[in-house]
């Protein structure tokens, strides 16, 4: 192996290290803050020591001398209270925790292919070599009696396997999922077809060697099949749950980061506790990183707006230390997320401004009204600060629970305090769906929201305050209409003579009934998320493959339920609203299938007849044969981007008036200056991505 590839992989490993050493530095400094006794405070540094004398060590084998010099300095001061047998000091520990955040940042950089410079983080090396009990050197043994050598049995059988690849196994056991799918349907048309044999042999003479044959052949086929098809199954089982385990972590590993965000937060004039439970659960790694930042805010909300100063906590007969707790649990395949907070619960103005906002639309009481604080603007701090305020944190938690299939409450023990609840699913990769058909469209709910089946006759439905409802014997139960909420044929209309099958889904406490067309059946599919570049699409969490082949958009249940609670259940998108008479042909181009097939959707609803291709030359051969009004274009796509497709275009005789709408992930000034110079109509950006947005486009450039 060369040389350059040996220090490349010597650099890959250290940027991995650097990373896991920042965070056990940050927290066994936390814990030196809260150990009670000396003796486990001095165990702690000690530890500590050990760690940053070995990354000291690894930088320097890789010469990442920012990294280097920090822990140098770092280890100065750790040695020397070791060496006097002391605890460090508070403004210690605060000049020790940024450094731990230098050395974060640092391993940012290297993340990144950049090399932190040791000029970066000079205020952090000054400051450790300033501190005020430190004499700026420690002796030589002072350094050497914690040197940790390298043993054999730091080797425990465990090895790193990259994010990425652990993602395409899984991928590829869901895709061997759906050829089993396949498989199964093989087999049962070879059973079918040896039936057949067999009636059209009793019709005909016995002595017809030639059907016999063909019954036997098809039956030693249709037992392969079945046969095949069963190992198949115990294959792909056994595949995925090895993948799946190897991709969970423990509930704690997302909690690390939390002790210092209430250390921090408290320290202007709180005094707060964390407590973790759960830790051990083992949960999907993608699960664990989309919860990381929701649990900073919502952990951060509850000592900034939640828990009160020592005073008026004295004052309420409460302990002067406030508690938060991080909990997680598993309720048959989800996982419930739970941070509670003994502080003084939500402010009381800021209720009266959610019954402000809430006035029009009736809610019958304090626990679904409570639940606005996820709206975009509504804050729970009775006062804009540097820290909050502004009603964005919520609205966040929710975005990016919703984005995992999942749902996000809050409630008001009666004990007093917040409880804010995570529902999510075990795993963000497959999901057991039921497919469902609305106007022709096939469309999946995943089956750990959905209660049960029902059919209603037009009769059973009412509409009372504005709203659809059906009675059942727990009470009036909301219905809305899956093809007329997505614009796909005016809301009501069905050609539907008879009852029609509803799925009854339910989360966060909710229920609702949607009306369908169509239940095509249940089974596991493989889930493919839409990317964060088109977060504000809620109405979907994703696509998936069927099958036979065909896409299949999931269902966000929780807008579902939100939405039967307007007054008005019409969609947004209506047909009337949006098209002109007489309808247009539109070419969608984009190399994704699942982003096609959102903006199909959005279309038809619209009322636009709708053409896809995959990429720029499949998109110009459609248009020399069959032509088209309005051309919609990803940018980035293979062969011929949206770019070259649009000069192209606009260089045609036959087709260079063509309207051409660009909607795409580059999101520079740049991209769309070139795109709108080679002849583009209108830029949009998927970064802000909104339909309606998108349909008034589409109106003004035809």
């Known amino acids: 192996m060369k040389s350059d590839d040996i220090d490349r992989q010597l650099l890959e490993m250290f940027t991995h290290e650097v990373r896991e050493r920042a965070a056990d530095i940050e927290r066994t400094l936390i814990a030196i803050e809260d150990s009670g006794e000396d003796t486990e405070k001095r165990l702690h540094q000690e530890k500590l020591l050990r760690t940053v004398h070995s990354l000291k060590g690894a930088a320097g084998l890789v010469q990442v001398r920012g990294v280097e010099t920090i822990c140098h300095w770092m280890e100065e001061a750790l040695s020397l209270a070791v060496k006097q047998g002391r605890v460090l000091a508070p403004t210690e520990v605060d000049l020790l925790l940024k450094a731990a955040d230098a050395i974060t940042e640092a391993s940012g950089q290297l993340a990144h292919g950049e090399v932190p410079l040791p000029a970066r983080l000079e205020n952090v090396v000054l400051g450790l070599k300033s501190r005020p009990d430190g004499e700026g050197t420690a002796p030589e043994s002072a350094v050497s009696e914690f040197q940790v050598p390298f043993r054999s ?55 017809d060697a030639e059907v016999a044959n063909i019954e036997s052949d098809l039956r030693t086929l249709a037992a392969s099949l079945r046969r095949d098809a069963r190992l198949m199954h115990g294959t792909v089982t056994a595949l995925g749950q090895e993948v799946r385990h190897a991709r969970t972590q423990p509930f704690g590993d997302v909690c690390q980061g939390l002790p210092r965000v209430v250390r921090d937060m408290a320290a202007a004039g709180k005094s707060a506790r964390l407590e973790i439970r759960g830790g051990e659960i083992e949960i999907d790694r993608s699960i664990l990183a989309g919860l990381q930042d929701s649990l900073r805010h919502l952990v951060r909300n509850a000592v900034a707006h939640g828990i009160e100063p020592p005073a008026e906590r004295r004052a309420a007969g409460k302990p002067e230390t406030g508690l938060v707790v991080v909990s997680a649990s598993i309720a048959g395949d989800r996982v419930q997320v739970m941070v509670q907070d003994d502080g003084r619960g939500l402010d009381t103005t800021m209720r009266h401004r959610l019954a402000e906002r809430s006035a029009s639309q009736a809610l019958p009481g304090e626990g679904e009204l409570i639940q606005h604080v996820f709206e975009p603007g509504v804050s729970t701090a009775p006062v804009v600060t540097s820290l909050a305020g502004r009603g964005i944190g919520l609205d966040i938690v929710r975005s990016a629970v919703e984005a995992m299939r999942g749902t996000a409450t809050v409630a008001q023990p009666s004990e007093g305090g917040t409880t804010f609840t995570l529902t999510l699913p075990l795993t963000l990769a497959t999901v057991q769906a039921l497919e469902v058909v609305a106007a022709g469209h096939a469309f999946t709910i995943d089956t750990a929201s959905v209660e049960r089946v029902v059919r209603l006759a037009a009769d059973e439905i009412a509409v009372e305050g504005g709203r659809r409802l059906t009675r059942t014997k727990d009470g009036p139960l909301p219905v809305i209409d899956l093809a007329g909420w997505l614009g796909l044929r005016p809301s009501g209309e069905s050609t539907a003579k008879t009852a029609r099958p509803a799925v009854v889904v339910g989360m966060g406490g909710k229920q609702a009934a949607i009306l369908v067309d169509e239940i095509a059946g249940q089974q596991e599919l493989l889930a493919r998320s839409f990317g964060s570049r088109l977060a504000r699409v809620r109405r979907y969490c994703g696509g998936m493959v069927l099958p036979d082949g065909r896409i299949a958009l999931l269902l966000n249940t929780a807008v579902l339920i939100e939405a039967t609670l307007e007054e008005t259940p019409a969609p947004d998108l209506s047909l009337e609203q949006q098209a002109k008479p007489g309808r247009r042909k539109v070419l969608v181009v984009d190399d994704s299938k699942y982003i096609r097939t959102l903006v199909r959707l959005i279309l038809e609803g619209a009322g636009y007849d709708v053409v896809l291709a995959a990429d720029g030359s499949e998109a110009l051969a459609h248009l020399a044969d069959h032509g088209a009004d309005i051309l919609v274009a990803d940018v980035d796509m293979p062969t011929m981007d949206g770019f070259e497709l649009t000069e192209t275009i606009r260089g045609s005789e036959r087709h260079s008036s063509l309207p051409i709408v660009l909607v795409t992930g580059r999101d520079t000034p740049a991209d769309e200056q070139r795109g709108l110079r080679l002849g583009a109509n209108a830029y949009l950006k998927k970064s802000g991505f909104d339909a309606q947005q998108f349909l008034e486009t589409m109106s003004r450039v035809r």
């Open 153 to 207: 049995t730091d080797i425990d059988g465990s090895m790193r396997v990259s994010a990425e690849r652990l993602d395409a196994l899984l991928h590829r056991s869901g895709e061997l999922l759906s050829w089993h799918a396949a498989l199964r349907q093989h087999a049962q048309l070879a059973s079918l077809l040896r039936e057949k044999a067999g009636k059209l042999q009793a019709r005909m003479s016995r002595s």
